[in-house]
């Protein structure tokens, strides 16, 4: 199975700060890469796709880069609603495994 | 506007059976492969599994292989997932999601003596 682990798995930040949420996968997955957004009691939201594909709807502070083993999340200028728990997902082989999540929190 | 209604949770004892449906609205539910995820309280997302558009294709976790059964009623716009031989760590929150991008509020399973 492809193991996906996310770096940091918390983090601390200010509004208005940069944030970039890292996830590696344990083989190359080409652009078969997704982000997601989850806050507590609610399912989570697609933010990006393929990698680098901003879903429809999602703010453009949101950004995603990376391909094969090593890929980012950055959220350019953190807001307040984006307090919350980011996770990637792989899509290129079954089982279709998530990273462990990364909680972004006021700092 | 795409709409996905999990229901069937509760609570019951380990070993029991319970049988999961979501209900979806607002798109061609025969055209998309569906997906079952779910989430342990306070864990991460954990895939659990997917069948195709027209059902032929099937893939489950491996912690849930041989227990689960995912199927579909393209007729009736439904998705199911039997689940038998319940254990604690199923305990969850149970999600089915169309291609990832949009998701059921959620049906809560608890497997507990």
């Known amino acids: 199975d492809i193991q996906l682990t996310q770096s940091p798995s918390f983090l601390s930040a200010s509004v208005g700060d940069r944030v970039t949420i890292t996830c590696r996968a344990s083989q190359g997955i080409s652009t078969y890469l997704a982000w997601y957004q989850q806050k507590p009691g609610k399912a989570p939201k697609l933010l990006i796709y393929a990698a680098s594909t901003l879903q429809s709807g999602v703010p453009s502070r949101f950004s995603g880069s990376g391909s094969g083993t090593e890929f980012t999340l950055t959220i350019s200028s953190l807001q307040p609603e984006d307090f919350a728990t980011y996770y990637c997902?792989?899509?290129?082989?079954?089982?279709?495994?998530f990273g462990g999540g990364t909680k972004v929190e006021i700092k | 506007e795409v709409q996905l209604v999990e229901s069937g949770g509760g609570l019951l004892q380990p070993g029991g059976s319970l049988r999961l449906s979501c209900a979806a609205s607002?798109?061609?539910?025969?055209?998309?492969?569906m997906n079952w995820v779910r989430q342990a309280p306070g864990k991460g997302l954990e895939w659990v599994s997917c069948i195709s558009s027209t059902g032929s294709t099937i893939y489950y976790a491996d912690s849930v292989k041989g227990r689960f059964t995912i199927s579909r009623d393209n007729a009736k716009n439904s998705l199911f997932l039997q689940m038998n031989s319940l254990r604690a760590e199923d305990t969850a929150v149970y999600y089915c999601?169309?291609?990832?991008?949009?998701w059921g509020q959620g049906t809560l399973v608890t497997v507990s003596s």
């Open positions: 997902q792989q899509l290129n082989y079954y089982p279709r495994t």
């Open positions: 607002g798109f061609t539910f025969s055209n998309y492969e």
């Open positions: 999601t169309r291609l990832f991008s949009s």
